[in-house]
Structures are given as C-alpha cells and as structure tokens.
Nanobody
Framework: QLQLVESGGGLVQPGGSLRLSCATSGNLLNLFAVAWFRQAPGKDREGISCISSSGDSTDYRDSVKGRFTISRDNAKNTVYLQMDNLKPEDTAVYYC?????????????????????WGQGTQVTVSS
C-alpha cells in the first residue's frame, strides 16, 4: 500500500509561485510513475503533468507547459510540482497519483491511473 500526501498549496496572487510536494513514507515511490491532476469547482479532474519512475520522461498539458515543472527526488520519496506565473484559472484542488504499471514515455491522462494510488489533494487558489 502506498500512501501519498500532497502539501504546498495555498493562496497566491496572479503571477506568483507555489511548489507542491507529493510524499510517501517508505522507499517504494521510485518504482512508480507519478502524475499531477487538478479539479476546479464544477469541472472534471484533468491531468496536467507526469514523470516516469526514473525521472527521465516528463510531459505537460499545454495549459501549464512553460509555467509548471515536475521533478522528483527518489532519495526523499517525493515528487514536486513547481508552479510559476500562476493564473486565476489554475485555481483547483491538486492531486498526485502514483502508478506502477505506467507506460513509457509517461502519460498524464487519467485513463492510465485507474488503479493508481492517490493523495488527498491540496487546495491552490490564485486570486488578487
């Protein structure tokens, strides 16, 4: 069983930055590809970024490409999402998901995370 805990969310002004973390106890996260998802009020959950288990493959949804950076530190059992130049439309609950049987290169479509481990989410609000 893999328990994921997201942190780092909060309230930030447009143009600001946040770094989300997705951490787990134990040392198994290095076996899993990880994706970040978000769900805004009244909208479907959408995948926004992914990283392979080794970190050599990443991908981003167009709406966040160039502003968000996914990375991982397997020694710390943590995956990060650096979010820069945040916009009001980035407001959502952000979730991480870890999938053992993940395709390569990584994919952020939710269809690949149907049997993944999920965190509880962290709220990101971008507002002036």
């Amino acid at each position: 069983q893999l328990q994921l805990v997201e942190s780092g969310g909060g309230l930030v002004q447009p143009g600001g930055s946040l770094r989300l973390s997705c951490a787990t106890s134990g040392n198994l996260l290095n076996l899993f590809a990880v994706a970040w998802f978000r769900q805004a009020p009244g909208k479907d959950r959408e995948g926004i970024s992914c990283i392979s288990s080794s970190g050599d493959s990443t991908d981003y949804r167009d709406s966040v490409k160039g502003r968000f950076t996914i990375s991982r530190d397997n020694a710390k059992n943590t995956v990060y999402l650096q979010m820069d130049n945040l916009k009001p439309e980035d407001t959502a609950v952000y979730y991480c998901a870890a999938e053992f049987h993940a395709p390569r290169p990584c994919q952020y479509s939710s269809s690949f995370y149907m049997h993944a481990y999920w965190g509880q989410g962290t709220q990101v609000t971008v507002s002036s």
